[in-house]
C-alpha cells in the first residue's frame, strides 16, 4: 500500500506562487511514476504532470507547461509542484497520485493511490 499526502496549498493572489509538495510513504515501483491533478467545483478532474522519479523525466499538460514545473526531493519520497504565474482559474482541489509507469500523464483512473488533496485559492 502507498500513501500519499498533500501540503502547501493556501491562499495567493493572481500572478503569485505557490509550492506544493506530496509525501509518498514508500518509494518503490508501485509509486515510481507520481502525477498531479485538480478539481474545480462543478468541473471534471484535470491532469496537469507527472513525474518519473527513477527515470527523472516530466511530462506536462499545455495548460501549465512554463508556469508550473515538477520536481523530486533526493530521498524519492518527496514530489514538488511549483506553481508560478497563478491565475484565477488555477483556483482547485490540488491532488498527487501514483502508478507504476510514466509514459505520458495519463488519465485519472490509471492511478492506483491518491492523497487527500490540497485547496489553491488565486483571487484576484
Known amino acids: 500500500q502507498v500513501e500519499l499526502m498533500e501540503s502547501g496549498g493556501g491562499s495567493v493572489q493572481a500572478g503569485g506562487s505557490l509550492r506544493l509538495s506530496c509525501e509518498i510513504s514508500?518509494?518503490?515501483?508501485?509509486?515510481?511514476?507520481i502525477g498531479w491533478f485538480r478539481q474545480a467545483p462543478g468541473k471534471e478532474r484535470e491532469g496537469l504532470g507527472a513525474?518519473?522519479?527513477?527515470?527523472?523525466?516530466?511530462y506536462y499538460s499545455d495548460s501549465v507547461k512554463g508556469r508550473f514545473t515538477i520536481s523530486r526531493g533526493y530521498a524519492k519520497t518527496r514530489v514538488y509542484l511549483q506553481m508560478n504565474s497563478l491565475k484565477p482559474e488555477d483556483t482547485a482541489v490540488y491532488y498527487c497520485?501514483?502508478?507504476?509507469?510514466?509514459?505520458?500523464?495519463?488519465?485519472?483512473?490509471?492511478?492506483?493511490?491518491w492523497g487527500q488533496g490540497t485547496q489553491v485559492s488565486v483571487s484576484g
Open positions: 497520485a501514483a502508478r507504476r509507469v510514466c509514459l505520458r500523464i495519463g488519465n485519472d483512473y490509471e492511478y492506483n493511490f
Open positions: 513525474l518519473d522519479i527513477l527515470a527523472n523525466k516530466t
Open positions: 514508500v518509494y518503490n515501483y508501485r509509486s515510481n511514476c
